[in-house]
């Protein structure tokens, strides 16, 4: 489906898409991607824009409208600061002129207001996650859980979860990007859920069967990617190598980490060629972090490379455990350097169950062609559905050519 060609009455349906906000590319950003690609002609709002002229290309030239947290001091570096005030900002867009609203939401863009004859499709990347069950986390890992701060923190999070549950209600329909998302969206705003997979380009990481003997492991280095786990655990198997792909806030305490163990090297920041290539060889990927999807173990497995992955969040639906027909990978069940290391020794006892081209038709199972179908079929059930609590005869849209749709 591209842009649609019938509206509420209307001529044409006029599509905006709304993202939290526009500072990297990442995986909410792969799926912002996909839906420019789905809907060309669709206006984009974000509550910010400050992503680098060398990033820009999959906003396919469009030119987002912002909020006043654009222009406030600083808000280009601390942007994220300015969290309590994103709730006003994002219900500031006028969205008035548009007949379907897709949001992209980790944070506030589901927040945004809409009317009765308007359609809002909401996908979720996750409800706030530092503002309900991952608040205690947060607040640790940010030095907030004591103090004047601390209080201040606690109270604005305690607004935001009041603003997030009562803006559930402008939702039409939730769209969750795994299983897990859906269980937190019941147990948050108490709305079901379908799932559409995120978009992965299974493509760009072509199969390798031929293994070298080393692990790798791969992320941003911030606190919940559990990445000193990973570390820890393999300074414990120093007949065993490790590779480390990553760069972030903690990369100096990995890199002292790293450094008392021979057998583990840290490449630092790399680019995706390099990212490809050391996942194809590896001999499997080790992944200690809970994510709500978590893209990068199904890009190991589209190399036929078996991941190694904390056994809750997302990991759970995209690898095959050992015990399943044809395995994928394994699991450990907690986040400790002795619970990878008995995962690592299974793993190598069983090894031989793993094939490289099971892990790769697992991968493509959530490939972009996938989430193009699984996503045009959500908008069409909740099109229809719209419209039949409407009482409206017209039919689900239509795909139409680029040009046919125009701006409000």
């Keep these: 489906m591209e842009c649609s060609a019938i509206g509420f009455g209307r001529a044409v349906t006029r599509i905006a898409i709304v993202h939290d906000w526009l500072t990297t590319y990442s995986g909410a950003e792969r799926v912002l991607e996909q839906l420019l690609v789905r809907y060309p002609e669709a206006d984009l709002f974000t509550v910010c824009d400050f992503l680098p002229e060398d990033r820009r290309a999959f906003l396919r030239g469009k030119v987002p409208g912002t909020t006043f947290v654009q222009r406030l001091p600083r808000a280009r570096t601390a942007y994220r600061s300015y969290l309590p005030l994103m709730p006003l900002a994002v219900e500031q867009l006028d969205l008035s002129g548009y007949d379907l609203i897709v949001s992209s939401s980790h944070a506030v863009a589901k927040g945004v207001l809409t009317g009765p004859d308007q359609l809002h499709i909401s996908y979720v990347h996750s409800p706030i996650r530092y503002a309900w069950d991952l608040q205690h986390q947060y607040l640790r890992e940010s030095g907030l859980d004591r103090g004047v701060k601390g209080a201040l923190a606690r109270y604005f999070l305690h607004r935001i979860r009041m603003w997030d549950a009562r803006t559930a209600n402008g939702v039409d329909c939730f769209l969750a990007n795994s299983a897990f998302i859906a269980r937190r969206i019941w147990k948050t705003y108490r709305r079901e859920a379908d799932v559409v997979y995120p978009p992965v380009d299974v493509d760009a990481f072509p199969l390798r069967a031929d293994k070298e003997e080393y692990y790798l492991a791969a992320s941003r280095l911030v606190p919940y990617k559990k990445m000193a786990l990973v570390v820890e655990a393999f300074g414990q198997m120093p007949e065993r190598r490790l590779k480390v792909i990553g760069d972030g806030p903690e990369a100096g305490r990995i890199r002292r980490l790293a450094a008392r163990y021979p057998n ?71 986040q400790s350097p002795e619970s990878i290391a008995e995962a690592v020794a299974r793993f190598e006892r069983r090894s031989g169950d793993i094939r490289p081209a099971d892990c790769r038709a697992n991968a493509e199972a959530f490939s972009i062609r996938h989430f193009h179908e699984a996503f045009d079929a959500a908008v069409e059930r909740a099109w229809a559905g719209h419209h039949e609590r409407a009482g409206n005869a017209l039919t689900t849209p239509r795909k139409a050519t680029v040009g046919e749709t125009r701006r409000s």
């Excluded at 680019?271 to 996942?279: A, E, F, K, N, T």
């Excluded at 995209?318 to 990978?329: A, F, K, N």
């Design 264 to 334: 583990i090297e840290l490449l630092g920041y790399q680019p995706d060629s390099v990212l490809v290539q050391c996942m194809g060889a590896a001999r499997a990927f080790v992944f200690a972090a809970e994510e709500d999807f978590g893209i990068l173990p199904v890009e190991a497995q589209a190399c036929g490379t078996p991941v190694i992955a904390f056994g809750r969040g997302g990991a759970r639906e995209t690898v095959r455990d050992l015990d399943e027909p044809r395995s994928t990978g394994t699991f450990f069940d907690a």
